[in-house]
Structure formats: structure tokens, C-alpha cells
């Protein structure tokens, strides 16, 4: 495509202030928090509406004329952003927007799609300043990226274009993610099902097992203490405990915590609280020399009683239900304390019947993780066609 280059700030208006009718109005008007918008797709409807005097400050204006991108990670890494043309009237969203409104001569859906390739994103990405998963993109430095500016017509003659090709992957996609939503649901019916059958009576997990939270992080010697590798929470994953050498964090232990805070194969480690809680995963083998943190708890299974397997399926069963989180009974950030684990309800079998069931688990397990990659290798490949029919288009 033959066009001149034009810096973003020339395409469009960043962030333009609410108009004067709209501050006077006694409307009420839609709010789209960061969890109603996706990746300049359809909108949702069911979003809170409220009178103006509540919106003046702590969110961002948008009219059905602009486009925006979400400027904080990972959601600007992930494509959210929206285009105006699918909100109701003037509205109002989450203060984690830049909004662009284009200039005469700019087409809208044109303007989203520059939005959406690598010369934008991945410059933008580059810019991101801030701490840790607060970082955002540095409106300043994105202004002056460079875009190419066709004629009006050759612009709508590209988004016609995209909007054909892209509404049919659009609908591939959407197809394979319902499809990968009910398989997950079916898997955790079904485990719900194998772990809790209909008639059998519970006890509580201590009935077949130990439960010991591990230590707060010592920076420094207190005194007779030794530096050891620790399990945490970033290592507990559905697959498994990863320990990956390069990834392997450590701490000051003394040699009667290193003993308590053993770590052996068969040992059950269930995240705590934060962002994985609840997550938990079978230790495949032993770890001599290694402790764990607080953020996780160990749950050391009596094996005459109990299949370490079959619990940690019990586990997982009760995450997907909800139950572990009303069991901590908590307003704000779940916390499963050790006496609060003791509690979960395990069905009272016998052990030989855990590990048949166990078994079976096992291979659901393979078969749905099987389906679910073979899925999302598909939603990948899509996603890439739509990246690659942008590019090619735009440049």
C-alpha cells in the first residue's frame, strides 16, 4: 500500500473531554469496567448505568465516533479495546483507557485496526513503564508512531475488507471457545462426579492426613540458620510442582524447619491464597533440602488410609465448585489456613476404592488435556490468520 506516513497524533484526538450537553444531562449513562470489553469485538450489554454527576471524575468519555486500547498490562498485551460504533450513545468506561476520537479523514473501524498490529503494539509494549503487573503504556511516546494514511476511501475499502475476512475467523472463534468451554465443564462434572459419589458419607480431611503451612520468607541469618531452595506458590501449576533450576528461589532456614518442612513424594501442596488459590498438585518425588513457604500448604496423606491422588482430585473438585472459597469465609482475598483445610469434607472410602478412582481420573484427565491443547492450538492459529490478514491489508 502507497501512503504517507502520519504520526499517531495527527490521526486523532487523545482523550477529549466530556461536552458541555452531556455534563448538563440528566441521563444516566453506561459504564464498561475492564471485564465487559474485549478485543474491539461486541460489547457487552448488561453494564451499569448512572446519573453524571457520579462519572465527572475516575472514568474515561467515549462517544460511538472513537476507538479505544487498553493502555495497562496484560490487558493492552491481550488486544482489549473497544469501537465506539458498538456503544449505545455516549458512555463512559474504565479510567484504564486511552480513548482516540479520529480526525477528519481518518476512518473509525481503520483507526482500530492500525491499533491492532505489531507496529502499534509491539512499540507500545516497549514503552510500558511502571511496576510490576501495573505497568502501562506511555501515551507520549505511542503519539508519535508512525501509520500509513491511504485516501478516505481506500481506508473504508480496507476495513470493508477486514470486516469480511475477519468476521468469519471471528466466528471459528468463537465456535472453538464454546467448544472449549464445554469440554472443561464436562471434565468438572465429571470429576465432581468420580471424587464425590452419590450416598457416601464425608469426614473431614483430617481424618486421613496432616496439614502444615510453611514459613513466612527469611531474608537474612537469625542465627544457626542455612540458605535452602523453597517451594511457592508460582510452583504449583495444574501439571504438576515445577522446580525448574533457573526458576528456583531461596531462603534462610534453620535445621528444625528444614526437618518439620520437609518435603516427600506423595506430599499434596496447596496454594494458600492469592491468585492460585486453592491450586494443589501431587509432589511426584522426594526433595531433600528443600522447604516451603507460606503460601502453601502440605498436606502429608496417611497412605493406609488415604490416596494422595485421589485427595488432591478432591481438592481440585471443591475449587471448581466454589466450595473452598465459602469455606475460608472471607469479604475480600481468600486465605485456606491449615485449620480451615483440616475441614474440607472428603468422602469416607476405603483406600483401594480412592485409588480405583483416582485411576480413572487419570485418564480423563490425559484425555481432556489432550482435547483442550488440540483446542487452543486451533484458537492460536486463528488468532495469528486474523494477525496476518491485518498486516498484510495495512501495510
Known sequence: MNARLVKLKYLADFNPPVPANVRSSNDKFPIYPMDKIESF????SSVESRPISELLNGYSYLEPTDVAYAKVTPCFENGKGILGRDLPGPSFATTELTVLRP???????????LLQTPDFMNPAISSMTGAGGLKRVAEEYVKNLKFPLPSLDEQKRIADELDRE???IDELISDQQCLLNLTTEKFNAEIRSLTYPEGIETVPLKRFADITLGKMITPSDKGGMEVAPYIRAANIQPGGVFTYQSDQKKMWFSSDELSYLDLKKGDVLVVEG???????????????GWGFQNSINRVRVNNDLADAHFIDFCIRAQLLSG???KLTNQSTIPHLTAEKLN???IPNIEVGQQTEFANELFILNHRNSILIAEMKNLISILLELKQS???SLLN
Open 41 to 44: 469485538g461486541k460489547l457487552s
Open 103 to 113: 480526525k477528519p479523514g481518518v476512518d473509525q473501524r481503520y483507526l482500530a485496526y
Open 166 to 168: 475477519l468476521t468469519e
Open 274 to 288: 492469592g491468585a492460585g488459590f486453592g491450586r494443589s498438585a501431587v509432589l511426584e518425588e522426594d526433595l531433600p
Open 323 to 325: 466450595e473452598l472459597e
Open 343 to 345: 475441614l474440607i469434607q
Open 389 to 391: 490478514k491485518i498486516i
